[in-house]
């Protein structure tokens, strides 16, 4: 890679065995005194599991807290929808989980492009994030004796996964609300909800501060601070078409890079393979549904390409169960990646069922029959219940259709140990940042790193910071201040002023139909080349014939989709960039030109061990790929293989 | 499938308000409420008519958002099901579909559909001594399993925690109620040990705020439950009272 | 004691103030129905007719630790203050849920609540109006012919002529409703119903509601018809 730049990004992991580098790495984290704490402002945008969570602990610990979420309140960011379960490896039913154990899986499951202090870590506190959940008064699922229940999640050997019904993120969500709540009813967190990051200040090059849209008066208003935490989610909105909520963006993110953060890995996107199909172009988002209904479901699609006969007429002899066949030991419970790739292959191999052909099926006849409806009725219910009222098809009659979609996003924000970014001051937790998923997350293991960042690690590492930062007086009419307000209020005013032919939803479809193409579930050269070639000319357009009607001063949901979609334009080029270069595969990015004779994911840990932290080098030039290179002391590298 | 949307538009919380006829077309049996929505937002702004402001966000029924009194019913015909996950194939072609914001004193209209919902977060939060909280900090709890929890204690509690606070429940009700929001708040953490050292506090400040916020008295009508898209039961709203009840006399 | 009051600043101790005194004119009322039902032993009996004897038994309540009327009137005392209480609750509750709601809905359905729960207002105030109607016919004598203080069985008869017993019946629809939807909400606003007990506590309201119609209607049928030897 001889146009890489070789920068040095120092990831701060501390030294000596991995059990004792976090505790050590507290101890040795300088304090603030508590009488000071309160002295200190810290902005923390975003409501979810890492942003509420954070938000409370830090207000608890003594600091002046201003949260912030686009929503009308701090209880609907998107970690509410995740469904599964939070991984803990607490080892209550004493098959054999561990820290260690916990730690190699996801190492593995990364597919080892993931940091291994940063995992580690997060096996560790996730013991206690059950813990705080319960004590919070999250209702986990129990068994009869009144003890905690788990199961195993997403193909995991062990039973680790706490769950509370399919409603999980809700739950612990709610419960961060709850702690947040808490700390603004007493006067510690100022909440602003309705209000939209749109760019990051950045004085003599750190994080000092925020500029917002009211997206009620449509007010710009900067606020300033001593440490800035962004917490504001992935960016698989990019691919239009995504489980993620319609609001979710990279704008605070993009904003971000575009002031010096890094940004890690973007190729790095998570596809479920567990999605009810898309239904037409109307198609608005994409509905997951947990990836348990795969333990006693079949996925299978005809052998024969183009077959138009409904599912009961055809005979098993002329059914393919692609996953049990070609996986037999863990069958249809392979890993996400494997999954949704191999739905792909079939359904690109024509034999895709329902409307477009893209689709399989995924039929709990057999368990039916095994099981009894009542059983299958208690496990997956409320799935059935969701499938039937978006679909119209009744699941305990006709198989379900299923198809991968685009769920979470690996990439992010290049951070270090401390989860700081490239701008000191300038912090980044949960799905926001790059570090602890590696390639592929596994499942269960989103609402566990976000809920770890906020509550027990950021609240350590930013006293770190501040303890020993030297942060002069920054001032709302100081030059960098207002600069960075007037280039909001301008951009804005550049939107309202196109006054173009096309809507923002129409751009923002055919990027993400590009991208989902060219850079979905497998990529390749030719494919990504294309891309980058289109891209620049989209986003030329979308600049030159956008419509957006109304105002500034007022409620504009039009404003605000177009400033977002502005953003995903960029990021769409940068997505593609990342993926050309990556010319390995590795979990969630497939690269056709990297395969094993058998069709698996080929990495090529020569040249690809290490994060990919893109640094922006303004508007007329291609940013610059800068390394970490990752090292792998405790778990080997090895060719993952679920045969 | 072409309709006929009668949509209440209202500029901001000063404007008046109307309500405006718009046809729709191309509309599919497979979309959403909601896609529906989108898809009359294209027309109208191709047209050079501003959008309609409405609220959503998840569209999938979990995160609360979305909300809207569609022909005199809080999130549609369908029960147990939200706006977001409402199917155009519950209407037919040529029907006319009246749609309203939620409507309470303690919801001021922000614009068109769109609700100011804030009433419940500080019902909620209160003044963060005792409230729709358990008040401990992070860390120095005790292990997740030093308290078991019978079962059916558990999913009761997990029954009301279902709650989204999408407010379908005030939308329905008569009188503006909030009862069956809070009540299911008051019931998730009153059913569990952890809720218990707050909990005569925790049912009169919630009480205290929500009659604060203008929401009307409950009369035991029972269109909440009818309307909640979660299936939160009446039963929750017998509890509190129970609790209230008990609290007052308790706490004095 | 503060308690109560703490309570009753909140809107849910104003519907337990209106379950439980609503709970106390339930049960007047139910007794007030049997006590009705000695019409049916009509104008005879020694020395006077049944309802007269239950009248003098009500002036004389308590008798002798209480004087004459003293009992009935202590009766009164209360159920007027219940009247009162429940009156005030429900014009306070009424308040709350006419701002509750400031713009109205173009369109509204209703759901699943029955036509008793939503007329509880209007409902209750005719039977306030019927009340007091009532105490002025038969207890103050107003519009009863030959009025006669303690003759309450010809005070009946006369006085159940003409319009009078069809207003009676018409007002114990409200009536009705009103127990009907009232005696099942002071479980609710107690916090004694549940899912498991809903449809029996239901069932009982219902009871209740349709013995106090049933028999008072048939009360008023039997006095309307019934002619008094001049």
Known sequence: MATDSQVKLDPKIPSGPIEQRWDKHQFEMKLVNPANKRKFTIIVVGTGLGGAAAAASLAELGYNVKSFCYQDSPRRAHSIAAQGGINAAKNYPNDGDSIYRLFYDTVKGGDFRARESNVYRLAQVSVNIIDQCVAQGVPFAREYGG???????????????????????????????????????LGNVEMHSRTEMLDLIVVDGIARGIVTRDMITGKVESYLADAVVLATGGYGNVFYLSTNAKGCNVTASWRAYKRGAFFANPCYTQIHPTCIPVSGDHQSKLTLMSESLRNDGRIWVPKKAGDQRSPDQIPESEREYYLEEKYPSFGNLVPRDVASRNAKLVCDAGRGVGQGGFGVYLDFSDSIKRLGKNVIQERYGNLFDMYQRITAENP????????PAIHYTMGGLWVDYNLMSTIPGLFVLGEANFSDHGANRLGASALMQGLADGYFVLPYTIGNYLAQAKLPKVEVGQAAVREAEVEVTDRNKRLLGINGKRTVDSFHREVGKLLWDKCGMARNDKGLKEALKLIPEIRAEFWKNVRVLGANEEVNQA??????????????????????????????????????????????????????????????????????PLVFEYVHPSQRSYK | MNLTLRVWRQKNAKDRGRIVEYK??????????????DVTNEQLIEKGEEPIAFDHDCREGICGMCGLVINGIPHGPESATTTCQLHMRNFSNGDTITIEPWRARAFPIIRDLIVDRTAFDRIIRVDGKAGGFVSISTGGVPDANAIPIPKDDADL?????????????????????????????????????QGQTERHNRVLRMVSQMDKEGFGGCTNMGECAAACPKEISLDFIARMNCDMIKASFVKG | MTGVLTLYRSSIGKKAAMAITGLLMVLFVFVHMIGNLKVYYGPGGTPEP????????????????????????????????????????????????????????VQQKTLQASWASRTMLRGGVIIGLFIIGHLLHLTLGYFVPNFKDGAVYLNVVSGLKGIAPWLYIFAMLPLGLHIYHGLWSFFQTLGWNSQRSTELLRGLALLVALLVVVGNVSVVLTAMMTTLPS
């Open chain 2, 24 to 37: 729709v077309h191309d509309v599919s049996p497979d979309m959403s409420f909601l896609e529906m929505l």
């Open chain 2, 157 to 193: 509690a997990m029954d009301a925690a279902a709650c989204v606070g999408c407010g379908a429940c005030v939308a329905a009700c008569p009188n503006a109620s909030a009862m069956l929001f809070v009540a299911a708040k008051v019931g998730h953490l009153g059913l569990l040990p």
């Open chain 3, 50 to 105: 049944m309802l007269d004897v239950y009248g003098r038994f009500l002036r004389e309540m308590g008798y002798p630790i209480l004087g004459h009327e003293q009992g009935l009137w202590i009766a009164r005392l209360l159920l007027l203050g219940a009247v009162g209480l429940h009156v005030w609750s429900a014009i306070q509750l009424t308040e709350r849920r006419w701002t509750g709601r400031d713009v109205k809905y």
């Open chain 1, 396 to 403: 305990y009659e006709v198989p379900m259709r299923i198809y």
């Open chain 1, 147 to 185: 003890l905690l229940d788990n199961r195993s999640f997403g193909g995991a050997q062990v039973s680790r996964t706490f769950y509370a019904r399919g409603q999980t993120g809700q739950q612990l969500l709610l419960g961060a609300y709850q702690a947040l709540s808490r700390q603004i009813g």
């Open chain 1, 559 to 628: 404003l605000e989709k177009a400033g977002r979609v502005a953003d995903f334009l960029e990021l769409a080029e940068l997505l593609c960039l990342d993926a050309l270069k990556r010319t390995e595969s590795c979990g969630g990015h497939f690269r056709e030109e990297s395969q094993t004779p058998d069709g698996e994911a080929l990495r090529d840990d020569d040249n690809f061990a290490h994060a990919a932290a893109w640094e922006y080098a303004g508007p007329k030039n291609q940013p610059i790929r800068n390394q970490e």
